[in-house]
């Protein structure tokens, strides 16, 4: 049983990097943002061990792909952007990430949350970068037991953040077996693709973006059995009520 969408007023995301939930989810949070949902982003690292361009001072790349997300999140309708600053390519699912993680929930209190899958997939290895584990894990366990639980992270509630449960979470790039949720993103697909643009040191070089997104999102729409021509992303949703 999952929430019933008149009653998503917050939903937060939690990734490793910036553009992590543009290539996943960026037309199902267009969806939400249009329904009135409020969603907030959370970004455990910078990305500053991304970018293809050698000539770009790797010191500069923290910034550059912070401002890239944000331009991005404006493209589907999410304006608030958070980032936890972990060095990327050296994420862990440490008890620190939990609770910077617990304190985003407890202060932005979602009904809804989107993560990585914390579990690898075999049949797209490429999807399960060592951060996204990572991140999808400390995310889920922040969700359970942490944010809803008054005496993890005692420093939180000293910051005046109270205990709070998220009612479920949708878990993204896992296995096609493990797909319960399809949502139908056709008439938003030129907002995601738009979002993925953004992000100019990683996708720019691409020589058919759209092309490669409307080939996943149509096998996705397939295996839902939408009509041809439907575009689709493809989720697990967990009641954690």
């Known amino acids: 049983m999952t929430e019933p969408e008149a009653t998503v007023e917050r939903a937060l995301v ?49 910034g550059i792909r912070q401002a890239e997300q944000r331009a991005a999140a404006k493209e589907v309708g999410v304006e608030d952007v958070v980032f936890l600053g972990y060095p990327d390519g050296r994420l862990s699912a440490s008890i620190e990430l939990r609770r910077d993680i617990t304190r985003v929930i407890r ?4 009904d809804r949350m989107l993560i990585s899958s914390p579990e690898r997939n075999w049949d797209r290895i490429r999807s399960s970068h060592p951060d996204h584990l990572a991140a999808g894990e400390a995310a889920i366990s922040a969700v ?11 420093e939180l509630a000293a910051e005046g953040l109270e205990a709070w ?28 693709l738009a979002a993925l643009r953004a992000h100019v040191s990683q996708t720019a070089h691409m020589d058919d973006l759209e092309g490669m997104l409307r080939g996943w999102q149509g096998l996705a729409a397939a295996a839902a059995g939408f009509e041809q021509g439907r575009l689709a992303e493809a989720f697990r949703v967990v009641n954690t009520r």
């Open 144 to 154: 359970y037991p942490d944010a809803r639980n008054p005496f993890a992270h005692l």
């Open 165 to 192: 449960t998220v009612g479920e979470v949708w878990v993204m790039a896992g296995a096609a077996t493990d797909v319960n949720r399809y949502v139908d993103v056709t008439e938003v697909f030129d907002r995601k």
């Open 14 to 62: 939690v990734v490793a990097h910036p553009d992590d939930v543009d290539f996943s989810a960026a037309g199902t949070i267009a969806t939400w943002t249009d329904a009135g949902i409020e969603v907030s982003y959370c970004l455990c690292t910078d990305g500053d061990a991304g970018g293809f361009d050698p000539a770009v001072p790797r010191d500069h790349i923290a």
């Open 107 to 110: 202060s932005r209190r979602p």
